[in-house]
C-alpha cells in the first residue's frame, strides 16, 4: 500500500499563487503516474493534471492553459502543481493520485491523498 501525504493547501486571494506538494511513500512499489484531482462541494472530483514518469503532462478539460503546473520528482516520489491566477472557481478540495505497481507484479494499483483544502477569497 502506498500512502500519500499533500500540503500546501490554504486561503488564497483571487489573482495569487498556491503551490501544493505530495508525496508517497511504502515499500516495494514502483510509480507509474502522478495527479492531482479536486474536488468542489456538490460537484464530481475532476482531473486537474497528471504526469507520468517519462515526463509526459496532461491537463484536466477545466483547467485553463498555463495557470497550473505540475511537475515531478519521481525519484523522490513527489510531485508538485503550481497554482496562479486562482480564482473562486479553484476553491475546491485538491487530492493527490498515484497509481503504481507492486514489486514482483503486474497490475496497477492507485492510491488516494486525504485531501488538502484550497479556498480563494474574491
Known amino acids: 500500500q502506498v500512502r500519500l501525504v499533500e500540503s500546501g493547501g490554504g486561503l488564497a486571494q483571487a489573482g495569487g499563487s498556491l503551490t501544493l506538494s505530495c508525496v508517497a511513500s511504502?515499500?516495494?512499489?514502483?510509480?507509474?503516474?502522478l495527479a492531482w484531482y479536486r474536488q468542489a462541494p456538490g460537484k464530481e472530483r475532476e482531473l486537474v493534471a497528471m504526469?507520468?514518469?517519462?515526463?509526459?503532462?496532461?491537463y484536466g478539460r477545466s483547467v485553463p492553459e498555463g495557470r497550473f503546473t505540475i511537475s515531478s520528482d519521481f525519484s523522490k516520489n513527489s510531485v508538485t502543481l503550481q497554482m496562479k491566477n486562482l480564482g473562486s472557481e479553484d476553491t475546491a478540495v485538491y487530492y493527490c493520485?498515484?497509481?503504481?505497481?507492486?514489486?514482483?507484479?503486474?497490475?496497477?494499483?492507485?492510491?488516494w491523498g486525504q485531501g488538502t483544502q484550497v479556498t480563494v477569497a474574491s
Open positions: 493520485n498515484a497509481r503504481y505497481i507492486m514489486r514482483g507484479t503486474t497490475r496497477q494499483l492507485g492510491s
Open positions: 511504502g515499500s516495494g512499489f514502483s510509480l507509474d503516474t
Open positions: 504526469i507520468g514518469k517519462a515526463g509526459t503532462t496532461s
